[in-house]
């Protein structure tokens, strides 16, 4: 079993639309949690980043981290074609450097 | 702006020439690590530099080598390039927070695409 779990997709969604993606992870040791938001042939981009469980909101994007259940979610409101990308999520414990990512999750947005 | 920069963006290199990817980093993050990422695959951390401190992942193969000369600069050597060597490689800095034994999120770079054949 990987220690992250991310559901490759891919999504594809009207603009407008409100987006869920989600992740679940096995190592109770996690307390930190992560968003990237890699387009094609780009590194990826810090979208959210949260501590343990929790709400965070940044403009249209929410991170929710259920820590209970192992599960992370990103909702993404308004969705625009220019959130058409790949979305990994991604997680470390306090102990080390190592973030360990999903597989992610590929979105389309159309127009 | 601050940022985290990689050349080249794009590589091709022969089935067993050596090969150097570079970063540079304008960030001052005191963390600096290689990552390995395949087509539709997870980032997999190949090692990273704690200031000159190195660690290597256990399976990262010997093959590649890591070469850290100062804060803003981080090398990525790979020996001798196979096939299965094809992927992006991403550069990314973080700080340690002091006294913890931990860092702050990661910032990456644009990657370099290398394609060996």
């Known amino acids: 079993q990987k220690e992250v779990e991310q559901d490759p997709g891919p999504l594809s969604v009207p603009e407008g639309a409100i987006v869920s993606l989600n992740c679940t992870y096995s190592n109770s040791a996690f307390q930190y949690f992560m968003w990237y938001r890699q387009y094609s042939r780009k590194g990826p981009e810090l979208l959210m980043y949260t501590y343990s469980s929790g709400n965070k909101e940044d403009g249209r994007f929410t991170a929710q981290v259920d820590k209970s259940s192992k599960y992370i979610s990103l909702f993404i409101r308004d969705s625009q074609p220019s959130d058409s990308a790949t979305y990994l999520c991604a997680m470390k414990n306090t102990g080390g450097f190592k973030t360990i990512f999903g597989a992610g999750t590929r979105l389309f947005v159309k127009a | 702006d601050a940022m985290v920069i990689q050349n080249p963006r794009y590589q091709v290199t022969q089935f067993g020439k050596p090969v150097t990817l570079s970063c540079s980093q304008t960030?001052?993050?005191?963390?600096m690590y290689w990552y390995q990422q395949k087509s539709s695959q997870a980032p997999k951390l190949l090692f990273h530099?704690?200031?000159?401190?190195?660690?290597n992942e256990a399976d990262t193969p010997d093959n590649f080598q890591s070469r850290r000369p100062n804060t803003s600069f981080c090398f990525l050597d790979i020996r001798s390039p196979g096939l299965g060597d094809t992927a992006m490689y991403l550069c990314?800095?973080?700080?340690?927070?002091?006294?913890?034994?931990?860092?702050?999120?990661?910032?990456f770079g644009q990657g370099t695409r290398l394609t060996v054949v």
């Open positions: 530099y704690y200031d000159k401190d190195f660690n």
């Open positions: 960030l001052n993050h005191n963390v």
């Open positions: 990314a800095t973080s700080t340690q927070i002091r006294g913890a034994g931990w860092d702050t999120e990661a910032f």
